[in-house]
């Protein structure tokens, strides 16, 4: 074992065999507790992980916390008496892939945007050359002072990487921007960091022998402008009342956001959703299937992929009541008519070279049924799930999908998987479908 894959406390660090080694930076604001679902959730994608600490977040969580999640030291102080490496900020520093700080107070944001190196986690960013994610969390008056705005800016200037906070109603009680964004979006967005310098990065920093993410095949989808559907759509039957399904949109973001690792630029036009939204992606929200056509349409000019993964209403009410509509004793009925189908509709009006993947979601005969709307909508490829299944389907975690494609007879069975993972292989099918069509359609 080198010195790289110890812990400061000299023991293995579990890194072998990790994707990626993380340094989480967590800094004293209410959010810190949500610092324990970032680091799940990066270990959960393959990532090593070590925790600095400042003083002030260790009164929120206790560093025995994060020690056992992580299973090893965490550093709050360097000249500790429990601190076995005398240089543990140049250790520390030197041996990530990348620097997380979730949540990053205003103070942490001021030391860092001013080169002030008065603590561990301050000094390690000083002394980091590896890129920094920074998700920042705090009272929307402090979010919004032009001192904080100003640190920011030179933030983004040093070339670190922000995730906004949410908007929402804070600890303090007051609603507004300044919510530690999602734990799923800062993992997210640090998995598109480490995978755009290269899945060769792993655990060791990349240095000059090290294969680039294309090399290494990660970035296939580099020139690909992909626009997704996801999420449910709403008819509205009134002001208050409308017609939706169960989509959470998980699978559509699942998509996004592996499309995003490997190099495509993505649109999703987004219905209801509430699964947590993918960074790096463009969103445009349509919550009818009338709007989600009208910003498919727009869109479409530009894409050179288009998968439909949301669950769009087949039928709308035929008149929206102004108002909301009143009870009474006698029975009542609402008459519906169909909505247009997006995905028959980019398919026939398809230019050479887009490339157009449905979904199918059933309930018996899901083979056959796929089939049939693969030929009748004309796709390249149908991505077909049986939603009686237990742990598939709609706002699961996981789906079990079949893949039928136009060029083959075979449809490609998937067991029951994480959404993520059947994401990627629904993509590398997309890959495979445009090395076997070639060339690209789109309007650059
Ligand atoms: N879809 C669409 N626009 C619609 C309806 C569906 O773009 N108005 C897309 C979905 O996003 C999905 C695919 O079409 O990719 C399959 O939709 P589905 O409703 O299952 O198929 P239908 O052809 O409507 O058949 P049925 O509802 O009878 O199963």
């Known amino acids: 074992m080198t010195d790289d894959e110890k812990n400061f406390d000299g023991t293995d660090d579990g890194a072998g065999g990790a ?9 004293g604001g209410i959010a810190a507790y949500k610092a324990c679902e970032v680091l799940r959730g990066l270990q959960r994608a393959g990532c090593a992980v070590r925790v600095a600490m400042t003083v002030h977040a ?48 205003a103070d942490i944001i001021a030391k860092f945007a001013h080169g002030v190196a008065d603590d561990f986690l301050s000094t390690t960013y000083l002394a980091c050359d590896a890129p920094v994610l920074v998700a920042p969390a705090m009272n929307t008056t402090m979010w919004e002072h032009p001192a904080t705005r100003r640190n920011l800016a030179q933030l983004r200037a040093d070339g670190v990487h922000i995730v906004e906070p949410d908007a929402g109603e804070m600890a303090c009680g007051t609603i507004g921007p300044g919510r530690l964004s999602a ?7 640090a998995l598109d960091i480490l995978n755009s310098r290269g899945e ?10 090290d294969l680039t993410a294309e090399d290494s095949g990660a970035r296939d989808l580099a020139g690909e402008r992909v626009l997704l559907t996801a999420g449910a759509t709403r008819e509205e039957i009134d002001p208050v009342r409308f017609i939706s399904n169960r989509s959470s949109g998980r699978m559509g973001f699942a998509l996004a956001e592996a499309a995003r690792a490997r190099g495509a630029a993505v649109t999703v036009v987004a219905g209801a959703t509430t699964a947590p939204r993918p960074a790096g992606v463009r969103f445009v929200e349509a919550l009818s299937a009338e709007e989600m056509r009208d910003a498919v349409s727009k869109e479409i000019e530009r894409a050179t992929v288009f998968i439909a993964a949301a669950a769009v209403a087949d039928y709308k009410p035929t008149a929206r ?15 519906l008519e169909p909505t247009p189908d997006i995905l028959a509709s980019v398919a026939d009006a398809r230019r050479d070279g887009l490339l157009v993947v449905g979904f199918a979601a059933e309930s018996e005969n899901f083979i056959e049924h796929a089939r049939d709307k693969l030929r009748r909508k004309k796709l390249d490829a149908i991505v077909a799930n049986d939603i009686t299944r237990d742990g598939a389907g709609f706002d699961s975690e996981s789906n079990a999908v079949t893949i039928i494609t136009a060029d083959r007879d075979a449809p490609r069975e998937l067991p029951l998987m994480p959404k993520r993972e059947a994401a990627e292989r ?18 650059a």
């Open 183 to 189: 734990p799923e979006r800062i993992v997210a967005a």
């Open 321 to 335: 009541a102004a108002q909301k509509i009143k009870k009474s004793d006698a029975r009542m009925t609402i008459e």
């Open 58 to 105: 260790t009164k929120l969580v206790a560093p025995l916390t994060f020690r056992a999640l992580s299973g090893a030291h965490v550093v709050v102080d360097d000249y500790a008496a429990d601190n076995p490496d005398p240089i543990a900020h140049i250790t520390f520093a030197q041996t990530v892939d990348l620097l997380v700080v979730a949540p990053a107070t």
């Open 19 to 27: 994707r990626f080694r993380v340094g989480l930076g967590v800094s």
């Open 200 to 209: 060769s990065a792993s655990v060791s920093k990349p240095g000059a022998g």
């Open 426 to 443: 629904i993509l590398d099918e997309i890959v495979r479908l445009r090395r076997a069509r070639g060339g690209r359609g789109a309007k």
